[in-house]
T-cell receptor, first 121, second 112 residues
């Protein structure tokens, strides 16, 4: 399977504990995104990387969240001192770089993993 | 700044009748637009994308969408609904190098 893979698929943790999730993108993809989705809502942007550089981090993201993408391959998302409000599905996606068409930059579609469901008790 | 508005949070249609899921976007530049589908307990799957080529875009499973710049819309349609179409649908916008921004979703229910 050459799709985006996330590990673990499910995580239950006690409030106050730290958790780390891993995402392995499609191998030739330069961009990697992290989103968070709660029940009944659309995916909410957290952060994204282009190769190893973190290009943007959501202003909604507290300092307890950190993400890395060493060597521009896999990525990790760490949540420190988890809170019950962190319970959600964490989605990873990857894509190729935007390409130029007719003078405009055209973004490419992102391919999503199955997600990591976090439950904080 | 880019954004999308999905005008209906829930749509119900009878099997065999047409489907219309509405999406309006806001973008300062020529956007890329996508529709994704999410079946229960499944990952997000791309249905179709618009990237400044033909304004009528055909996707998988008989879905299509039309980009209308004058109306800033990108509505998703299907001529005949099937039970397997029941899912959550997300309209997504991206301009230039920007990240993907999702709408709040439309839940499609198919009545037998």
């Amino acid at each position: 399977d050459t799709g985006v893979s996330q590990d673990p698929r499910h995580k239950i943790t006690k409030r106050g504990q730290n958790v780390t999730f891993r995402c392995d993108p499609i191998s030739e993809h330069n961009r990697l995104y992290w989103y968070r989705q709660t029940l009944g809502q659309g995916p909410e942007f957290l952060t994204y990387f282009q190769n190893e550089a973190q290009l943007e981090k959501s202003r909604l993201l507290s300092d307890r969240f950190s993400a890395e993408r060493p060597k521009g391959s896999f990525s990790t998302l760490e949540i420190q001192r988890t809170e019950q409000g962190d319970s959600a599905m964490y989605l990873c996606a990857s894509s190729l770089l935007p390409g130029a068409t007719g003078g405009s930059l055209i973004n490419t579609e992102a391919f999503f993993g199955q997600g990591t469901r976090l439950t904080v008790v | 700044a880019q954004s999308v508005t999905q005008l209906d949070s829930h749509v119900s249609v009878s099997e065999g009748t047409p489907v219309l899921l509405r999406c309006n976007y806001s973008s300062s530049y020529s956007p890329s637009l996508f529709w994704y589908v999410q079946h229960p307990n499944k990952g997000l799957q791309l249905l179709l994308k618009y990237t400044s080529a033909a304004t009528l875009v055909k996707g998988i499973n008989g879905f299509e969408a039309e980009f209308k710049k004058s109306e800033t819309s990108f509505h998703l349609t299907k001529p005949s609904a099937h039970m397997s179409d029941a899912a959550e649908y997300f309209c997504v916008v991206s301009e230039g190098r920007e990240k993907l921004t999702f709408g709040t979703g439309t839940r499609l229910t198919i009545i037998p």
